[in-house]
């Protein structure tokens, strides 16, 4: 392995808004620049996923940050 488990990162977001910049930024294979509250995520997209089973509804989103 090349270490690249060990740096993506998880993040939840109830924010329909940076779930929405999260998935354009994947499908155009950008680097993207996303704020979840105090901290911020500089890296490439490789999923969002939506978790419906919570009220309200949260997105995951997996980021190889940069």
Do not use: H
């Not at 690249?4 to 930024?25: C, F, G, H, M, W």
Request: glycine share 6%; charged share 25%.
């Amino acid at each position: 392995m090349n270490g690249l488990a060990e740096r993506v990162q998880q993040i939840e977001t109830n924010d329909p808004i940076e779930a929405r910049r999260s998935r354009y930024a994947q499908y155009r294979g950008q680097v993207a620049t996303l704020t979840f509250g105090p901290a911020t995520v500089k890296g490439m997209v490789r999923s969002v996923k939506e978790d419906n089973s919570s009220i309200p509804v949260r997105w995951l989103v997996t980021v190889v940050p940069q």
